[in-house]
């Protein structure tokens, strides 16, 4: 969910990305594509074209998303396990994945690898509807290239910047 141009300290960017939903249990997997749209601190639009009508819309506390025909409209401000997911993700694009760890009691682990980053966050005590893992990859010049997020209930989500 992140772009190519994004750097470090961006405060816009747009770009598009490829999203892969493994369903463990089954196996089953869900490519999904589209463009995403950043604006800092905290609005971010991913609009799908494959499949085409689908969003997933971050603006302020608000989180809303419709996913195939499956609507969303929340004030994460009300929900923690919402609030701290919607946290996840923002910070993974601006880069705070030390934030992330501290909000989600987490070990956090960054590695340098050829040309960038690796970060893995564990989550110590994951709750029923959140995530246990993050997994983000990062290159040279800051911009996030890859996020893994690994969900308690056996669900992970890889989204991929072109």
């Known amino acids: 969910?992140?772009?190519?141009?994004?750097?470090?300290?961006?405060?816009?960017?747009?770009?598009?990305?490829?999203q892969t939903k493994t369903l463990k249990i089954s196996g089953k997997t869900i490519v999904s594509e589209g463009t995403i749209s950043y604006q800092d601190p905290d609005q971010l639009v991913m609009?799908?074209?494959?499949p085409e009508g689908d969003y997933f819309i971050i603006d302020?506390?608000?989180?809303?998303?419709?996913?195939r025909g499956v609507a969303l409209d929340l004030n994460t401000s009300n929900n923690k396990a919402v609030q701290l997911q919607r946290n996840a993700i923002l910070y993974s694009i601006?880069?705070?994945?030390?934030?992330?760890?501290?909000?989600?009691?987490?070990?956090c682990t960054v590695t340098a690898v050829k040309g960038g980053k690796h970060v893995v966050i564990k989550v110590r005590n994951p709750q029923p509807?959140?995530?246990?893992?993050?997994?983000l990859s990062y290159n040279a010049k800051g911009r996030i290239t890859?996020?893994?997020?690994?969900?308690?209930?056996?669900?992970?989500?890889?989204y991929l910047v072109k």
């Open 1 to 18: 969910m992140l772009l190519a141009g994004f750097t470090a300290g961006a405060q816009n960017f747009e770009g598009t990305f490829k």
């Open 47 to 50: 609009q799908y074209t494959k």
């Open 60 to 67: 302020g506390p608000f989180l809303r998303a419709d996913m």
């Open 94 to 107: 601006q880069g705070k994945y030390e934030q992330i760890a501290q909000d989600m009691d987490a070990d």
């Open 129 to 135: 509807k959140g995530y246990t893992s993050l997994d």
């Open 146 to 158: 890859r996020l893994v997020l690994e969900e308690a209930g056996g669900i992970s989500t890889e």
